[in-house]
């Protein structure tokens, strides 16, 4: 979540320079990074009213910067970034157009947020949004909105999202851009899962994916079904889910998507008790060397297909991966580490450990607004000691085969072609 006491404080960028506290060292590569996007910021800061007046200081500052970032790794994308942006808010400010660094502070912000950086990410978006201002094309004004939008949801910010994407919306009515419309309207579907009503979000996705289908827009039908793979799944439904993620897999188009979609379709082939499907789908995730969430959300399902073979050795394995990525995860993800690692220990018979890590569990999600989570820990919790095998009730546990349908069967078929 973002630091509050920071945001109060008034100072600029304040999470870069919470980052760069929080490094190792003064000459570590991070404190040099976060110092760097910093006065790269600062930089960009002055394009918010540039006047010919200050040419000398924005020179100075420019001057400044470069330096500084000549000093950051060569090979580092963040530093590339930076670099980057440095440059175009010079060409910005000389051509007196700062729509010309809203390219690169939009590809930051996408980096950042790749990277689990979403308090960072969030910042650049900010920077955008206040130093464009009416400057900014339609096209941009949509893009940064729906940016911002997708990081405050990933953030639990839903209230925050919710508005950005009605604006986006609105936005994209009136420039006659239907594709952002379709993408806000998903977004909003997501804010409203997110918030656990689950029915109210399957029927926006239902409507969205005709609507897409009747613009023949390929990729918005791809994220409406992915979406309701990610309803459905997490309704307890995931027989159903799997036809709607693996046709997602099919339509998407970028390697990234695919990824996430693979990486969706794994946890739900474990929930319908196919592992060795799952762990074919999940296995090539995590060869493809995906984004941060990706991979974490893989592990810990690698960690729940263990557990389910009740592989002890395994378990702790992959246990012991996740426990190296905690602190780079969001709520929702370490929310589910800790849920999936107490269904691990219950079915190794660790009843003690399994509620101290779904008591771990609970006391992130309540306050982080998780309420579909905070619904299956305590009924989970409720059960703990009654069960002796493994936990077999609700969507959280792994069901018997016989859930399995003609569609799921051959999507597992579909998925031999990968090894595992």
């Not at 590809?107 to 990410?121: G, N, S, T």
């Not at 953030?155 to 239907?178: H, I």
């Not at 970028?254 to 794994?266: K, M, N, Q, V």
């Not at 810990?300 to 992959?318: P, T």
């Amino acid at each position: 979540m973002r630091d509050a006491a920071l945001r109060q404080s008034g100072l600029p960028h304040a999470v870069f320079l919470r980052r760069l506290a929080g490094a190792p060292s003064a000459g570590a590569a991070d404190a040099r990074l976060s110092q760097g996007a910093f006065l790269a910021l600062r930089l960009v800061d002055l394009l918010e009213n540039p006047q010919p007046l200050y040419a000398d200081a924005f020179h100075y500052q420019h001057a400044a910067t470069e330096r500084s970032c000549r000093d950051l790794p060569a090979d580092d994308v963040e530093a590339a970034h930076l670099v980057g942006l440095v440059r175009s808010a010079a060409d910005a400010f000389q051509e007196q157009d700062v729509r010309l660094a809203l390219p690169a502070l939009l590809a930051y912000a996408h980096h950042l947020e790749d990277v689990l950086m979403l308090d960072q990410a969030l910042d650049v978006l900010e920077t955008a949004t206040r130093v464009g201002g009416e400057r900014m094309a339609a096209s941009d004004a949509i893009a940064v909105r729906l940016r911002t939008a997708r990081v405050l949801r990933k953030l639990n910010a839903f209230d925050e999202a919710d508005v950005l994407y009605a604006e986006a919306r609105v936005l994209a009515a009136s420039a006659g851009d239907r594709s952002s419309e379709l993408l806000s309207r998903i977004g909003r579907a997501y804010t409203v899962l997110g918030r656990g009503n689950l029915p109210e979000a399957e029927q926006h996705l239902h409507e969205i994916l005709r609507d897409a289908e009747a613009s023949r827009d390929r990729r918005n039908q791809a994220l409406a079904h992915q979406g309701l793979g990610v309803v459905l799944s997490t309704a307890g439904q995931p027989a159903e889910a799997i036809p709607h993620t693996w046709r997602a897999f099919e339509l998407l188009e970028d390697e990234p998507s695919r990824t996430r979609a693979l990486s969706d379709l794994g946890l739900m082939l474990l929930a319908v008790g196919d592992p060795d499907g799952a762990e074919r789908a999940l296995a090539q995730v995590l060869r493809s060397g995906s984004f941060q969430d990706v991979i974490q959300n893989v592990l810990i399902e690698l960690m729940h297909c263990a557990s389910y073979r009740r592989d002890r050795v395994g378990f702790e394995r992959w246990r012991e991966r996740c426990e190296a990525e905690k602190l780079g995860m969001p709520p929702n993800i370490l929310v589910d580490f800790y849920l999936k690692a107490g269904i691990g220990r219950a079915r190794f018979r660790q009843f003690d450990r399994a509620e101290a890590m779904l008591d771990a569990a609970l006391r992130i999600a309540e306050p982080a607004g998780l309420h579909e989570f905070v619904f299956r820990i305590e009924r989970i919790k409720a059960g703990l000691r009654e069960c002796e095998t493994s936990l077999c009730v609700g969507p959280e546990a792994v069901a018997e085969p016989a859930v399995q349908n003609d569609a799921v069967r051959e999507v597992s078929a579909s998925l031999a072609r990968f090894e595992r």
